[in-house]
């Protein structure tokens, strides 16, 4: 997918998307960046990469088409992190990603990424509704968002998950403009 089809989407999905990520997404889109998910410096440890891609797999999951990982997510999140995140918003979530972990090894004694799908759900279902002491309950719908949107504005969420028309409809040179009387715009 191209830089400018890639903004395009980023672009509107940044009008979906709530007040949270506006920000960090804006700086993005303002940059003249190239294309990818490659950030300029490392903002996740191992681990940290290892708990993203589980939480992330877990919300978009691999079914009939690819799934988060495939389509790069935990890369993209990363960069967005790493690079157009101010510093007290990616403390926040980075806070928000350690107590998310410490609640699955006080629960279950794993880290997230080795609980089975099941234990994944229940900590996740705790986490979204607010349930896990001392994680905000924005918390989880925040990295819900980025997890869809690097997935809807990648090339499998745009080209496999849902269908691709760069130009919807079809040329028609002889539109009975007289039946309609209506133009239409793009």
């Not at 978009?60 to 999140?77: E, N």
């Not at 157009?84 to 794993?110: H, N, S, V």
């Not at 705790?126 to 090339?155: D, K, N, P």
């Not at 499998?156 to 040329?171: A, D, H, N, S």
Request: charged share 20%; glycine share 8%; proline share 6%.
């Amino acid at each position: 997918m191209s830089l400018l089809d890639r903004r395009g989407l980023l672009t509107g999905a940044a009008a979906i998307l709530g007040v949270e990520l506006a920000a960090p997404l804006a700086r993005a889109l303002a940059a003249e960046a190239a294309p990818g998910f490659s950030a300029s410096h490392a903002a996740f440890t191992a681990d940290q990469r290892m708990l993203v891609a589980a939480v992330s797999e877990r919300i978009v999951p691999t079914t009939d088409t690819p799934g988060a990982i495939a389509a790069g997510v935990p890369a993209f999140m990363e960069m967005m992190i790493a690079d157009w995140y101010e510093p007290t918003d990616r403390q926040e979530f980075m806070d928000g990603l350690g107590l998310l972990e410490g609640y699955a090894w006080i629960q279950f004694e794993k880290p997230f990424a080795g609980l089975v799908p099941e234990e994944q759900d229940h900590v996740l279902t705790l986490a979204m509704t607010g349930r896990i002491a001392a994680l905000s309950a924005s918390f989880f719908e925040h990295f819900r968002q980025l997890v869809l949107l690097g997935y809807y504005t990648s090339e499998i969420g745009c080209k496999q998950e849902r269908v691709y028309v760069p130009v919807p409809g079809r040329y028609d040179g002889k539109y009975p403009y007289a039946e309609v009387r209506r133009v239409f715009s793009s």
